[in-house]
């Protein structure tokens, strides 16, 4: 087991890189199942859930290699298998995309339910709905889905939420049907375009990724193509609020600062100064915040998935302040650990109020999911005294070298393994 061990109070300044968009990354890696060919697959965050996902696409016969630490060659040519085990996607809650890549290239796929985070019910059926309105029929047996088509054919769908994972999926599949797909009502984050564009790249056909029309041609074959990830909004927002908490003067680098709007927005109300480069973001903070409300929705809405990294800075704000959380049913689950730090929440439903308090306090805590284990690691970084944080292997799902990237910005960070 390894926990992060931090010792509070230290101003980040200084520079950080933002690595590869993991949501961006857990979605083109099984699309490139479909090339017959070569991917040639850049600016990879080096984290567990592509490590996960490379297992699966060897299991199933595809040659990966990894030419650097952040550049991944994938041959899909010879995949023969389209099962994909429980063993090998029990870790990582984006295998389903194993389903509309598996559909798209073979007609057939055997994948095991997702697993990933414990936040909130995780159904599929939208991806479902979507599976099946291209002609696929499905069971769901012993946590296995078992999908086949005699043949996919285009098909119009309408979401009924603007789902990230079935928008993606459906994408997929639609791209190898024959004839045109319409998804209606369909997400439209920054992932969603970067594997629409790299679906386009294999020679695929999709138009209108990013808006809530997305329309594809279907083709009968994809080739092998060479594409660079987005980098990650979420890591990016991560270390942008961990600046506004911890205070000092944080450049946070390799960025789109687009994609930061909602964020960059509330830090400013906050009294944090917002400067904008061309693919960076300079976060200068006193560390004395005003207190705001935030909604989380779906793009370019405020991210659910900085939820808890706001609500961690909300915990220090002079006042109160309102967040409501509007896309999970049940995304509050680590509301308890930030209240061992000191943190006076109070949740009811999908709202929470979070009374500023004037210091949080150092302590043991353990992280639920990914990103309330990155709220922790702020939170810690802003405490006085000592914070140590168990099941760091969730935080390690979605952030390179966290420890790394926060000591280079002159936290005192460190990972210590325990028996
Ligand atoms: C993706 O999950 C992300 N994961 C999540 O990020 C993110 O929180 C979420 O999108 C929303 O932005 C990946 O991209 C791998 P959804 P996904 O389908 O696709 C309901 C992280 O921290 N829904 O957009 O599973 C669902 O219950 C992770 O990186 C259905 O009802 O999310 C939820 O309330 C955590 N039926 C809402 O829609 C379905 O078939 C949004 O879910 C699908 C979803």
Not at 47 to 59: A, F, G, Q
Not at 222 to 245: F, K, N, R, S, V
Not at 283 to 310: A, C, E, H, R
Request: proline content about 3%; aromatic content about 6%.
């Amino acid at each position: 087991m390894e926990h992060l061990v931090i010792n509070g109070q230290r101003q980040l300044c200084g520079e950080v890189s933002i690595s590869g968009a993991k949501n961006a990354a857990v979605a083109i890696i099984p699309a490139a199942i479909m090339a017959q060919g070569k991917c040639v697959i850049e600016n990879l965050p080096s984290i567990e859930d592509v490590y996960s996902l490379v297992d699966t696409l060897t299991n199933i016969g595809a040659r990966c290699e990894f030419v650097n630490d952040n550049t991944l060659v994938v041959d899909s040519s010879n995949i023969i298998k389209y099962c994909a085990t429980y063993e090998s996607v029990k870790k990582i809650r984006a295998s389903y995309y194993l389903m509309g890549a598996l559909l798209g290239r073979f007609k057939k796929a055997e994948v095991a339910m997702p697993g990933g985070c414990n936040f909130g019910t995780r159904p599929i059926d939208q991806h479902l709905k979507g599976f099946k309105a291209l002609g696929a029929e499905y069971t769901i047996s012993h946590g296995i889905v078992k999908l086949s088509a005699q043949k996919l054919v285009g098909s119009n769908i309408y979401l009924d939420m603007p789902s990230v994972g079935a928008t993606i999926n459906i994408m997929l599949a639609a791209s190898m049907a024959e004839g045109v797909t319409v998804i209606e009502n369909a997400a439209k984050e920054p992932h969603i375009v970067d594997t629409a564009n790299f679906l386009n790249m294999l020679g695929a056909r999709v138009k209108g990724a990013g808006t809530d029309v997305i329309k594809i041609t279907g083709v009968s074959e994809l080739h092998g193509a060479e594409y660079m990830i987005i980098p990650d909004q979420i890591e990016a927002g991560t270390y942008m609020i961990a600046g506004a908490m911890a205070g000092g003067d944080v450049l946070v680098k390799n960025i789109i600062p687009k994609h930061m709007d909602p964020l960059s927005a509330k830090l400013q109300d906050m009294g944090c100064v917002i400067y904008e480069g061309d693919d960076s973001i300079r976060v200068i903070s006193t560390g004395n915040l005003n207190p705001t409300t935030v909604k989380t929705m779906t793009y370019p809405g405020f991210p659910t998935d900085l939820q808890p990294q706001m609500t961690a800075l909300l915990c220090v704000a002079n006042g109160t302040s309102i967040l409501t959380e509007n896309v999970w049913d049940n995304r509050f689950q680590y509301i308890n650990e930030l209240k061992r730090l000191g943190g006076n929440i109070t949740v009811e439903g999908r709202v929470a109020v979070v009374e500023g308090v004037r210091q949080l306090m150092g302590a043991e805590v353990n992280a639920t999911d990914l990103r309330a284990g990155a709220a922790l690691v702020i939170a810690g970084l802003a405490a006085k005294g000592i914070t140590t944080i168990g099941n760091v292997k969730y935080i390690d799902r979605g952030y390179e070298k966290i420890e790394r990237k926060f000591s280079e910005l002159g936290a005192d960070i460190r990972r210590v393994k325990s028996e």
